[in-house]
């Protein structure tokens, strides 16, 4: 089969989407000899996939949340019927699939696992290999929250004694306030606070961070949790023993990352803001505010500018996508073959749905 041109064109050059939207496109074939096929199809794939070593064995989980297929030309696999000869010529075939309104976790790639999406078209040919093309896809969960708790300012203390039971050293009472629990990419973080230093200690500095915490479930209660600073401020201002400050740091913005996501079974998503107090020749002292993040912004706030949120989204679909891309045919090879030494979770993955 001589094919100058097979490729999957996504209306829009869409590159990111929510549950309730439509995936559509065109299949675009060119040809410039006669060819005989048994059918052209797309298919629509989300996998979460999570594999981790523990000494000799690898326990692996895999969740099957989409598994759709269109039938372009010709007949399914596997189903009785006549060939299909193809002159040769341009040909597009629209496809196009609604994706469920229930919910479908975010696309993401991490350290022991992964939640993909993406479309494969195949031109199916008797007695020769197939013509195989694929295409990354980026969903982002629809997340929001309305419990008004999560949109008030959270004031927390912390008062640690310094030094070593044996030689103590004064207490270091620290106060830290964020003006809410719940942000979308494109938010600003304010947080301030207030110290006291009570100890023969010098405080050398301030920070805030933003913490992204992922817990990867395999079986036979197998976890790994993979904690990662996302973004840093720091603030050096010295605080001698037996004076007291205010903080009051920098706002930040919150950058294109995947929402809170929990529940789903092999991944976890969770976020946190810390609030740290550097001392000299001695443990750090920190507080901790877990945090939401959304896709929506709070009813409460103000919305992010409609079209900072899209390049947000842009910027988070083009690093999924480049990654994912990169990884998707090894991830589809593994999770069909299986592997020795290999304990899978054992639930049967669903019937695929036709169209």
């Not at 696992?113 to 494969?120: A, E, I, K, N, Q």
């Not at 740091?249 to 991944?267: A, H, R």
């Amino acid at each position: 089969m001589m094919a100058n041109l097979f490729a999957i064109a996504l209306t829009g050059d869409k590159r990111v989407f929510q549950p309730g939207d439509t995936i559509s496109g065109v299949l675009l074939l060119n040809t410039n000899k006669e060819i005989n096929l048994r059918g052209v199809r797309v298919e629509l794939h989300g996998v979460g996939h999570v594999r981790i070593r523990s000494g000799k064995v690898t326990y692996a989980r895999r969740e099957n949340y989409l598994s759709f297929q269109s039938i372009l030309l010709g007949r399914a696999p596997f189903q009785n019927g006549s060939d299909v000869k193809l002159q040769p010529g341009n040909y597009n075939f629209p496809f196009q699939f609604p994706l469920p309104v229930s919910a479908l976790p975010t696309s993401f790639e991490g350290t022991y696992g992964s939640v993909r999406y993406w479309l494969d078209a195949v031109v199916e040919r008797p007695w020769r290999i197939d013509l195989n093309t694929r295409t990354p896809l980026v969903i982002v969960e629809r997340v929001q929250t309305r419990n008004p708790e999560f949109l008030e300012p959270r004031v927390k203390q912390e008062d640690r004694m310094l030094g070593w039971p044996c030689c103590p050293s004064g207490q270091l009472h620290t106060k830290a306030r964020i003006e809410r629990l719940a942000y979308c990419p494109g938010q600003e973080v304010k947080i301030s606070g207030h110290v006291n230093n009570e100890s023969s200690k010098t405080v050398i500095g301030f920070e805030a961070q933003l913490v992204q915490t992922v817990l990867y479930k395999a079986p036979e209660a197998t976890t790994r949790k993979v904690t990662e600073k996302l973004y840093i401020l720091k603030k050096e201002q010295e605080l001698a023993p037996g004076d007291q400050t205010n903080v009051e740091l920098d706002s930040f913005v919150i950058p294109p990352v995947q929402p809170t996501t929990k529940g789903f079974g092999c991944i976890d998503i969770s976020y946190a803001i810390r609030f740290k107090v550097r001392v000299k020749k001695a443990f750090n002292t920190e507080i901790i505010f877990p945090i939401v993040i959304t896709t929506v912004p709070p009813s409460a706030e103000p919305s992010v500018d409609p079209v900072l949120r899209e390049h947000i989204y842009i910027a988070l679909a083009n690093y999924l996508a480049s990654r994912a891309a990169a990884e998707l045919d090894n991830d589809a090879q593994e999770a069909t073959e299986g592997e020795r030494n290999t304990v899978w979770d054992g639930s049967p993955a669903p019937e695929a749905n036709r169209k």
